[in-house]
């Protein structure tokens, strides 16, 4: 299983990013994927996360801001972000649960200046 994320950067407050996760080594369309976070000093905590069957479900500091989505014929889930906040600054991380397995990607890191 290899994820890997893009898509990070340095943004305005106010401004918009789209992350991407290619996911390879397992069927894509067929296990649930998600979007994690991890600020300096802080624990890893969840974004967003879609289903295979394409339910979502957002922390409630992300919601009407973040939308999560996936495209099975790429193998990728997509995070777009509009409205950032200097508090959205983090290493944002993709997940995949195979099975009864989790993995992770190596993170991409979003920045927000105020």
């Known amino acids: 299983v290899q994820l890997v994320e893009s898509g990070g950067g340095l943004v305005q407050a106010g401004g918009s990013l789209r992350l991407s996760c290619l996911a390879s080594?397992?069927?894509?369309?067929?296990?649930?994927m998600g979007w994690y976070r991890q600020a300096p000093g802080k624990q890893r905590e969840l974004v967003a996360d879609i289903t295979s069957g394409g339910s979502t479900n957002y922390a409630d500091y992300v919601k009407v801001r973040f939308t999560i989505s996936r495209d099975n014929a790429k193998n990728t889930v997509y995070l777009q972000m509009n409205s950032l906040k200097p508090e959205d600054t983090a290493v944002y991380y993709c997940?995949?649960?195979?099975?009864?397995?989790?993995?992770w990607g190596q993170g991409t890191q979003v920045t927000v200046s105020s």
């Open positions: 997940k995949a649960k195979v099975y009864v397995s989790y993995y």
């Open positions: 080594g397992f069927i894509f369309g067929l296990n649930d």
